[in-house]
Structures are given as structure tokens and as C-alpha cells.
């Protein structure tokens, strides 16, 4: 297998580096860890490495060391469209080198061929009652998947630590290759009437879910399925999901155990349900002033909000310092296809405003706007208006940066983690004995 390769002739100088560190500065401090980091949710605390993407405080996200404009320009775009295949992505996650358009369309390919989805993982998500969450179904259907992983059958059997990540590989590539279809299975049983569309062999996978929720005849939403899977794909190693999905999978849990786990941390309101809250709120600011205000009446609007000790949901990050590249990205993509849509034109007017405002208030660490402030109203757009859907979205990209991850940590031969706690007494005495 051609990733499988790739990986496999980079393994040797990644060991050797990894046990050069280890060995020859294994007891170099990286860090100190305060009172207050432990106990507010170990806050900067460098305990990880990942080479797969790194958010900077000041230019954003990089994946494999490119910035968000670099990678859509530099990766391989899907057929008739100006934006990238989600094939050369996971291709770069995987491999650490930017495809060609012919390694891009092998990825697409080696997905077409594990789509299929088994009918008794539908048939589970079909009887779960009709008020269940979205983002549960899609949970329970990454977990009714696991009976076919590949590691765990391998893994019974006996198998040497150092091939372990051939076998995630293998579960990656077929995870990642249903998920697509399983989003649009969800979305099309809660909020469709249970329709189903078959994937189209001549779609990408981006595009193939626009198609299977019945989105064929919108160009402009493939278009949005490509960018948005391909901004929600991985944003470094310390976020919920991906702690979770990491830790998880140190204790040789298959994929699709860890990527499951993963998923519930994205369900929780302070991480991948932002989106939902940030449309809501500005649905709330339209239906308030009932056409776009004038920039002066927004800005009244605005303090007055902050002044009453409302959180206005997509702004401010806790590593970014800047406008999330990400929602430069998606702005520019509304402005450019949907120049008319007022809603969008509100998200325009309140970047154009909220920042100074917040940095006139002078407590926010940053006053920019993040993904979220922006993503749930371009689905809006197009229709797909069920806000508890949009996790799903985000879990569906997430999950090539969470499989890369764990890939990598398997052929890295990372161990089990176990970092150790203390009780109460223990820190006040430390602190007594200390003299502080
Ligand atoms: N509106 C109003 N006040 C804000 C604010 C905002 N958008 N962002 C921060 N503040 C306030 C904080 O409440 C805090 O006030 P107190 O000192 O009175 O408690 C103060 O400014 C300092 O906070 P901070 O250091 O700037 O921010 P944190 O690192 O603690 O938190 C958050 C970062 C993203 C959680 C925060 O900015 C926030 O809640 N933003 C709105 C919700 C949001 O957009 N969440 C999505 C984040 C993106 C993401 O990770 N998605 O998955």
C-alpha cells in the first residue's frame, strides 16, 4: 500500500531521532507546572509532540509546517473546483509530503473501495430513539464499526509492536472512508425522512456527502464541504478530542475505539458544539435589529452585550493571538459565493466592529474571531439548518488529524500514558515544606 510506504521509509530516521532524544537528553526540562495550570485544565503545559500540525499564536494553524493560505494554494484541487481534494490532505497528514495530483487521487481511490458501510452499523443507528443527539449516533456508529478492525484481529493473534501502525493504517483508511457516507446517513434518517442517496463514484469524498444528503445539484456546496473538511482537520495535540483520541489509543484501543472517544470529547459544548452556540447568537443579533445595522448601532449593541456579562460566542482563542486563518478562509469564501446573504454580511460587519470593542474592554487575551464565528452560518446558506448536525461536520474532518495522530504514535512506538496525581494535603505540604 502506497501510504503504508511512504511511512514505512521515513520510520527508521524518525525512531533513530526519537531514541537519540530520549537517550541522550531524557532528563532535559522542558517545563515547570504551576498551581494554577493544575488546576485550570493543565493550561500550556507542553506534555506532547506532534509533527502532524501546530497552532501559532500569531499565523494560525500549520499542518506538516504550511500555513492555511499555502495549502490552498499548494494542494491538489478536486476536479473543476478551486478547492482542495480532502485525498491530498490526509495523503500530507499521513506521508509528510505534499502530493502530487496522482498520489491525491490515490487516496480518493483507496477510499471509494472501503466506503461501503455494513447495513447492521445503519441498522443500530436506526433504532435508537428519534430524540437522540447526532453527534451520539455518529459516535455509536464509529463504535458499531469496530467489530471490523483489522488491528484488533491482529493484535489477537500476536503481532509485533513495531507493525502495529500498519494495522491503524489499515483502520484509518477504512474509518475515514465511511465517514462520509455515515454523516450523511445520520443527517438524512433524523432530518430527511431517511432517505439514501448512493455515493457517486465520479465525486471526491468532500463532495460525495454534499451529493448523499441530496445537495447534487449545488456546485457552491461542494465547494463548501471541500474548504470546511479541510479547516477542521486537526489543530495540534492538546485540544480535547485529540488528547482523548491520543490517550486513548496508548492503551492499544483500535482505532476506531479511540476515534469514538474522541467524539464525545467534541460533543461537549465547550469544544466542538461552539459553532451551534455562534450561529445562534447571530440569528439572535438579526432577528434583534431585523435588517443589517448600520456598523455605529452594532457597535452600541455590542457594548451593551459585554456590559451585561454576555460571552459572544466566536471570538477570542485560548493559543491564538490573531484572526483564526481558518475563518479568513471561510470569509473570503462567502464573500466571494454568497455576496447577498445577509446573514453572512452580519458575520462580515461584526469582524469589521466586535475586535475593538473587546480590545477597548481590555480583559480579552484576544479579540479575533475563531472557525467558529463563521462556519455554522455558510451551512446555514445551503440549507442545512439543524444546528446539532454541524459537530458532526466537524467530527467528520477531525478524524484525518485524530487517525494521523495515532498512526504515528503507533510507529513511534509511544507508550502507554500515565502521568500521576496528587491529593490536596500532599500540595499544601509541599508548598508548606517549600517555604512559599
Ligand atoms: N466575549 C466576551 N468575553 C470574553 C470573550 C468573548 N468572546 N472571550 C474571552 N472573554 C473574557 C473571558 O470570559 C474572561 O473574562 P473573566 O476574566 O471575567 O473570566 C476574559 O475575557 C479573559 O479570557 P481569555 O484569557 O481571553 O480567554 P480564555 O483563554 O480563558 O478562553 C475562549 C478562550 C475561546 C474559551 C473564550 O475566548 C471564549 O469563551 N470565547 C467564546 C466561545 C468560543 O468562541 N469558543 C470557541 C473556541 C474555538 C474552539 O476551540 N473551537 O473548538
Known amino acids: 500500500m502506497f501510504i503504508a510506504d511512504c511511512i514505512e521509509a521515513?520510520?527508521?530516521?524518525?525512531?533513530?531521532?526519537?531514541?537519540?532524544?530520549?537517550?541522550?537528553?531524557?532528563?532535559?526540562?522542558?517545563?515547570?507546572?504551576?498551581?494554577?495550570?493544575?488546576?485550570?485544565?493543565?493550561?500550556?503545559?507542553?506534555?506532547?509532540?506532534?509533527?502532524?500540525?501546530?497552532?501559532?499564536?500569531?499565523?494560525?494553524?500549520?499542518?506538516?509546517g504550511y500555513t492555511i493560505p499555502e495549502l490552498l494554494d499548494l494542494l491538489p484541487k478536486a476536479a473543476g473546483s478551486p478547492m482542495p481534494l480532502a485525498g491530498g490532505l490526509y495523503y500530507l497528514l499521513l506521508c509528510d509530503a505534499l502530493p502530487t495530483r496522482q498520489q491525491a487521487e490515490m487516496v480518493e481511490e483507496e477510499w471509494r473501495q472501503r466506503s461501503e458501510i455494513p447495513a447492521y452499523v445503519c441498522n443500530v443507528i436506526r433504532r435508537m430513539p428519534a430524540g437522540t443527539h447526532p453527534m451520539t449516533l455518529f459516535s455509536m456508529g464509529i463504535m458499531a464499526l469496530q467489530r471490523e478492525s483489522v488491528f484488533a484481529k491482529k493484535y489477537d493473534n500476536g503481532t509485533a509492536r513495531e507493525d502495529h501502525w500498519r494495522y491503524y493504517l489499515e483502520d484509518a483508511l477504512n474509518l475515514t472512508a465511511k465517514l462520509p457516507g455515515l454523516a450523511a446517513f445520520i443527517y438524512n434518517l433524523r432530518y430527511q425522512d431517511g432517505i439514501t442517496i448512493p455515493p457517486d463514484p465520479d465525486l471526491d469524498w468532500s463532495a460525495n456527502f454534499a451529493h448523499m444528503i441530496d445537495r447534487s445539484g449545488n456546485p457552491?456546496?461542494?465547494?463548501?464541504?471541500?474548504?470546511?473538511?479541510?479547516?477542521?482537520?486537526?489543530?495540534?495535540?492538546?485540544?480535547?478530542?485529540?488528547?482523548?483520541?491520543?490517550?486513548?489509543?496508548?492503551?492499544?484501543?483500535?482505532?476506531?475505539?479511540?476515534?469514538?472517544g474522541g467524539m464525545n470529547g467534541l460533543a461537549g459544548p465547550l469544544h466542538g458544539l461552539a459553532n451551534q452556540e455562534c450561529l445562534k447568537w447571530l440569528l439572535d443579533v438579526q432577528t434583534y435589529f431585523g435588517k443589517i445595522p448600520s456598523q455605529e448601532d452594532l457597535r452600541q449593541y455590542l457594548i451593551d452585550q459585554l456590559r451585561h456579562g454576555a460571552l459572544i460566542p466566536g471570538y477570542g482563542h485560548a493559543v491564538l493571538r490573531t484572526t483564526d486563518p481558518r475563518f479568513t478562509a471561510q470569509l473570503a469564501f462567502a464573500r466571494k459565493y454568497m455576496p447577498s446573504d445577509e446573514l453572512l454580511q452580519l458575520v462580515d460587519l461584526v469582524y469589521q466592529t466586535l475586535p475593538d470593542v473587546l480590545q477597548a474592554q481590555g480583559k480579552v487575551?484576544?479579540?479575533?474571531?475563531?472557525?467558529?464565528?463563521?462556519?455554522?452560518?455558510?451551512?446555514?446558506?445551503?440549507?442545512?439548518?439543524?444546528?446539532?448536525?454541524?459537530?458532526?461536520?466537524?467530527?467528520?474532518?477531525?478524524?484525518?488529524?485524530?487517525?494521523?495522530?495515532?498512526?504515528?504514535?503507533?510507529?513511534?512506538?509511544?507508550?502507554?500514558?500515565?502521568?500521576?496525581?496528587?491529593?490536596?494535603?500532599?500540595?499544601?505540604?509541599?508548598?508548606?515544606?517549600?517555604?512559599?
Open 220 to 260: 457552491d456546496y461542494h465547494d463548501l464541504c471541500r474548504l470546511f473538511f479541510f479547516l477542521h482537520s486537526d489543530h495540534e495535540g492538546g485540544n480535547v478530542s485529540a488528547h482523548a483520541t491520543h490517550l486513548i489509543s496508548s492503551a492499544l484501543s483500535d482505532v476506531y475505539l479511540s476515534c469514538a
Open 10 to 64: 521515513q520510520l527508521p530516521g524518525w525512531r533513530d531521532r526519537v531514541q537519540h532524544l530520549r537517550g541522550k537528553s531524557g532528563d532535559f526540562k522542558v517545563c515547570d507546572v504551576t498551581v494554577s495550570q493544575i488546576y485550570s485544565g493543565i493550561r500550556g503545559v507542553q506534555i506532547q509532540v506532534s509533527d502532524i500540525s501546530y497552532v501559532d499564536p500569531y499565523e494560525g494553524l500549520r499542518l506538516r
Open 365 to 436: 487575551s484576544n479579540p479575533w474571531p475563531n472557525v467558529d464565528a463563521i462556519n455554522g452560518a455558510l451551512q446555514y446558506h445551503f440549507g442545512v439548518k439543524e444546528f446539532d448536525f454541524y459537530t458532526v461536520l466537524f467530527g467528520v474532518s477531525r478524524i484525518m488529524g485524530l487517525t494521523a495522530h495515532i498512526v504515528w504514535a503507533r510507529a513511534l512506538l509511544k507508550p502507554i500514558e500515565r502521568p500521576k496525581s496528587l491529593t490536596t494535603e500532599m500540595l499544601e505540604t509541599m508548598i508548606r515544606n517549600s517555604g512559599h
